[in-house]
């Protein structure tokens, strides 16, 4: 009998009665286990493995509790959802490594949008971005925009545009990486920083656009 996979360990940190309903129906269907913490020092995520970790960017705490995750041997590569209000909330925990937004007011549908683009499970939560120079087109909304990728990994680019969107939504991301051609790939964005006209997107988890950007990662960067 081939053994169940054991379920990714999500740690919903310091969260209200309606918030934590709202992300209880938003993660039914993923193989997830929900563990409500209640903490104003984050010794928990000291101690206790985490595969990710939501927090409210208007929580007093919540740059304690995230140096806890951070500094922790088990939570230090988890993935980081924000729970905000505008793009610009999320620049006061840029140094954390935030994996996605989730914004106010929460609605089902798209924060389970935004949890899948992201991935739970370890063979996508890989951190390690590479240094790209290309020329990106975006497309979102029926507008057009371009950019300059920063950097690239299997779960997203860095890209520097000439006019950040003034609503986030998917998206289409278009580039030729060095000694490839064309990849078109779905995405959202993660963050969004106004005034240096850059912002940060996840890849569709299911999009074959993101299996053509993990196999050039592996051979122009000799990864594999």
């Known amino acids: 009998m081939v053994a169940a996979p054991a379920k990714s360990r999500i740690a919903l940190v310091n969260m209200d009665g309606k918030t934590y309903?709202?992300?209880r129906e938003c993660l039914r269907g993923f193989h997830a286990e929900r563990t409500l913490i209640f903490t104003r020092s984050g010794e928990r995520l000291q101690r206790e493995a985490y595969e990710a970790c939501v927090v409210r960017h208007d929580d007093p705490v919540v740059h304690t509790v995230l140096e806890a995750a951070r500094s922790s041997q088990v939570n230090r590569d988890a993935s980081i959802y924000v729970i905000c209000d505008t793009p610009e909330d999320l620049e006061k925990l840029?140094?954390?490594g935030v994996s996605a937004a989730l914004f106010r007011p929460l609605e089902v549908m798209s924060a389970r949008e935004v949890v899948a683009q992201a991935r739970l499970t370890p063979d996508?939560?890989?951190t390690t971005r590479f240094p790209i120079a290309a020329d990106v087109n975006v497309e979102m909304n029926d507008n057009k925009m371009n950019g300059q990728a920063e950097d690239i990994s299997v779960d997203g680019m860095a890209i520097r545009i000439e006019q950040t969107p003034g609503s986030l939504g998917p998206m289409?991301?278009?580039?030729i990486p060095p000694e490839h051609d064309l990849i078109t790939v779905t995405a959202l964005p993660c963050w969004v920083k106004q005034e240096e006209k850059r912002m940060g997107v996840c890849f569709g988890p299911l999009d074959e656009g993101r299996m053509q950007v993990k196999h050039w990662i592996e051979r122009y960067y000799h990864t594999a």
């Open 94 to 96: 840029s140094g954390f």
């Open 21 to 23: 309903t709202a992300l």
């Open 172 to 175: 289409l991301v278009s580039w």
């Open 124 to 126: 996508f939560r890989t």
